[in-house]
């Protein structure tokens, strides 16, 4: 347990005690007492302190933070002397577990502690350490003293330069150059007072209380207010999270003594708002603000897009976020709102992350119905089609996603303007063929599965296939491929401390795109003008190796990369805006229109995480 012997006095600062100037925190700077250790000898000049393991006496600072709430609470202290190196922080976290800490803002303390490095999530995450004193104890020698000024964080003080290279290695041993890199800035001013102004927010407020800005407001802008992440060279690097060491109100859950702003992409932090600098396993370096600024501004409106005229094929993907008969009746209609209003009514849609009809409970059940039902009835409730639907049940916990919910693609259908071709024999194991037809492309089964047995959908969706016709235009086919490729978990983050990060996930999206170019191409080879409409949520980006593959040969087009640069994002993360979802079309198709429709992931209230996207084709 922490010992704390407060030598706190009521009178006025200036009759602080002999100790607090003999450890050069008021007056001229002198040698701090007991080791003499300093926090910038601590911090050191790469990420990993030179002291980490040992114990250090008499750690002279400022109490700037204090964070008293959660399992990891604990409090910031500074020294208002620093030295000369830019690339040695002046702050530390002083970690006291589960005890709410006896010190206030502006304490003058000395610290005695072991010098340890604490990895959120755990050392094989991959993130970057934070530099903490633990088992601490303290003296306080005077209260009320000023604190030091916060880093202004702008795009003069933050390099465009986002990370060293150590050519996949570790970072850490690496010299600090704050001047060059923005990690190695970050790195170097670790735990220390920060702030930014009058920042665009580029990541909308979530329930975590916490929200995204850029202190690069130039940087990226996408045509609604956020950053564009548009290649793996460029991750942005005046993005920063701002969460409130204000707690939420005990019991009731729902009051907050200081409200977190909610806030949506394309509003501003008006204002400064300030706070140490801290890192974590959930967006990495921080703002724990003490001081927040005001939300001001009108983010854009929700996107509507235009009806698909009588000639038109409407086909669009939407990605529906586990659901599930279990999930609140008040996202079924906002879903099934949107696909009427927002989305026009399309004649085809494919869904992703419909669950099983009992959810995340694990009990073996994997049929879709009752779930499918809920959202079709809440699309006639709507004003909507009276939409029908097409799925296959998945083999039980063999699709990924969350455990018991048996997640998978299903196709929504408009019989008013559609017909299905249903063709027996699609079951959750046995592939899809493409067989020919008088001179056409058919299939062994509609719906079918891609390759459902290839070790690539290992705990992943299975593509679904489905052969549609256009009631307007007799004869046609249109096939339409609805995917969901494996998610982005285990992969490097953007901080990790290993430069550049490994994307191991890709790996596998890219043997899933494979397949799916492949049947594409049998479906060419039958037909070179069949009409080829592959959708979903790819879980990648535009310039990923898996589109690459996916579109090789000339085979498709990822329509994404007709919108102008600032328009490519439907997905939100970690103040990113970029690509997971896509729509591309076989060559035949040789006019469509395309569009993603802005109406969940820059805003704090959201349906689901995704924007959904409509294409328009004449087939």
């Known amino acids: 347990m922490p010992s704390r012997r407060p030598l706190r006095s009521p009178v006025a600062v200036t009759a602080v005690t002999c ?28 990420r990993i302190s030179p002291l980490a393991g040992e114990r250090v006496t008499g750690v002279p600072g400022i109490v700037t933070a204090i964070r008293a ?64 004193l633990t088992g601490a104890d303290w003296d306080v020698l005077a209260s009320g003293l000023p604190l030091p000024a916060p880093v202004k964080l702008n795009a003069a003080s933050i390099p465009a330069r986002y990370a060293p290279s150590a050519g996949g290695g570790s970072i850490e ?39 995204w800005v850029t202190a690069q407001p130039d940087h990226h802008r996408t045509a609604r207010g956020g950053t564009l992440y548009s290649s793996y060279g460029d991750p942005n690097p005046g993005r920063i999270k701002v969460t409130s060491l204000t707690p939420p109100a005990a019991g009731s859950g729902t009051t907050d003594p200081q409200p977190f702003p909610v806030a949506d992409v394309g509003q501003r932090l008006t204002g400064t708002t300030t706070g140490p600098l801290d890192y974590d396993n959930y967006g990495g370096y921080t703002i724990q603000a003490t001081q927040l600024g005001t939300v001001t501004g009108r983010g854009p409106a929700p996107e509507t897009t235009r009806k698909q005229r009588a000639d038109e094929l409407a086909v669009a993907t939407y990605n529906v976020e586990n659901l599930s008969p279990k999930t609140p009746q008040a996202k ?40 499918l039902r809920k959202l079709t009835d809440a699309v006639k409730a709507a004003g909507g089609p009276a939409y029908e639907w097409r799925q296959i049940d998945p083999v039980d916990g063999q699709d990924g996603g969350q455990p018991g919910g048996n997640i998978r693609v299903a196709f929504l259908f408009n019989p008013e303007r559609v017909a299905f071709k249903d063709i027996a024999g699609g079951d959750a194991t046995t592939p899809v063929r493409v067989l020919a037809d008088h001179g056409k492309a058919t299939l062994s089964a509609s ?42 978990g285990g992969d490097q983050g953007l901080d990790s401390r290993f430069q ?120």
């Open 332 to 371: 079924f209609d906002r879903l099934a709102s949107a696909l009427v209003r927002r989305l026009a009514a399309p004649d085809v849609v494919a869904l992703e992350e419909v669950q099983d009809d009992d959810g995340p409970t694990d009990d073996g059940v994997v049929t879709a119905g009752v779930t």
């Open 447 to 488: 719906p079918g599965r891609i390759a459902p047995d290839d070790p690539a959908w290992r705990d992943s969706r299975k593509p679904l296939v489905g052969q549609f016709s256009f009631r307007n235009r007799p004869g046609s086919r249109v096939f339409v491929v609805a995917d969901h490729f494996n998610s982005k």
């Open 19 to 46: 100790a607090a100037l003999a450890t050069g925190l008021l007056g001229a700077p002198q040698p701090a007492a007991a080791s003499g250790v300093r926090i910038h000898d601590i911090q050191g000049t790469t």
């Open 69 to 132: 709430s959660g399992s990891a609470r604990g409090f910031w202290v500074q020294d208002p002397h620093p030295d000369d190196d830019p690339a040695t922080s002046e702050a530390i976290f002083v970690f006291t577990g589960k005890e709410t800490p006896d010190v206030a803002v502006g304490d003058s303390v000395t610290v005695t502690g072991k010098v340890t490095e604490y990895y959120p999530g755990g050392k094989d995450a991959g993130l970057q350490s934070v530099t903490e």
């Open 173 to 211: 041993s690496l010299p600090l150059r704050p001047r060059s890199y923005a990690l190695d800035r970050f790195e170097s001013l670790e735990g220390m007072r920060v702030s930014v102004t009058d920042a665009p927010v580029v990541g909308p407020t979530n329930t975590h209380r916490e929200l």
């Open 500 to 619: 550049p990060p490994a994307r191991t996930s890709e790996t596998q999206r890219t043997a899933q795109a494979r397949l799916v170019n492949t049947f594409v191409k049998s479906l060419l080879a039958t037909d070179p003008k069949a009409d080829v409409v592959v959708a979903g949520d790819l879980n990648d980006y535009q310039f990923s190796p898996a589109l690459k593959t996916l579109t090789q040969g000339g085979v498709l087009t990822d329509l994404v990369n007709r919108l102008p640069l600032p328009e490519r994002y439907g997905y939100v993360y970690n103040g990113n805006s970029q690509v997971l979802d896509h729509m591309l079309t076989s060559r035949h198709l040789t006019r469509p229109d395309y569009d993603i429709v802005h109406i969940n992931a820059e805003y704090a209230d959201q349906a689901s995480d995704h924007d959904p996207q409509v294409l328009r084709i004449r087939p």
